[in-house]
């Protein structure tokens, strides 16, 4: 709910830029902005290159919504996986790691994917350094011999 409340909050944001940028051209060209900035002198209102500039904005404010709309889509559908631990096979659900029995025994129907638990990344770290070790006695023991 927390998740979907922050992907909500992007689009909002987004569309919100996006007004704004209209209501920016647009006071632009009604209040003359160039004129009173740099010069003196008259400044005649185009439609047409306001009309332009708004069309564009719009086309790109179209673009990127879809494109947003499908990447948050995509991130939806990637946080309902659950991490399963790879080694000793504990599901990661409401970030407490549980055994797979005791997830299984609530019956829920959720595709998973995998991971590794804090303690086996542990062992497999300690087993990686014990490996380099023991390979480094054994260059040591070939070069000495």
Not at 10 to 19: A, D, E, P, T
Not at 32 to 52: E, G, M, Q, W
Not at 77 to 104: A, Q
Request: a positive charge; proline letters at 2%; aromatic letters at 12%.
């Amino acid at each position: 709910m927390k998740k979907n409340s922050q992907l909500t909050k992007i689009v909002l944001y987004q569309n919100v830029g996006f007004l704004g940028i209209i209501i920016l051209c647009f006071l632009d060209e009604l209040l003359k902005l160039p004129a009173l900035i740099f010069s003196d002198h008259p400044f005649a209102f185009v439609y047409r290159r306001t009309t332009l500039e708004m069309l564009l904005v719009l086309g790109v404010w179209f673009l990127v919504s879809m494109s947003t709309r499908r990447v948050l889509e995509r991130v939806r559908y990637l946080e309902k996986f659950m991490r399963v631990c790879s080694w000793c096979r504990r599901i990661n659900y409401h970030d407490e790691w549980m055994r797979l029995e005791e997830f299984m025994q609530q019956g829920f129907d959720t595709p998973t994917t995998h991971g590794i638990c804090a303690d086996c990344l542990q062992k497999q770290q300690a087993a990686i350094e014990e490996a380099s070790q023991r390979r480094e006695n054994v260059k040591k023991t070939a070069a000495g011999g």
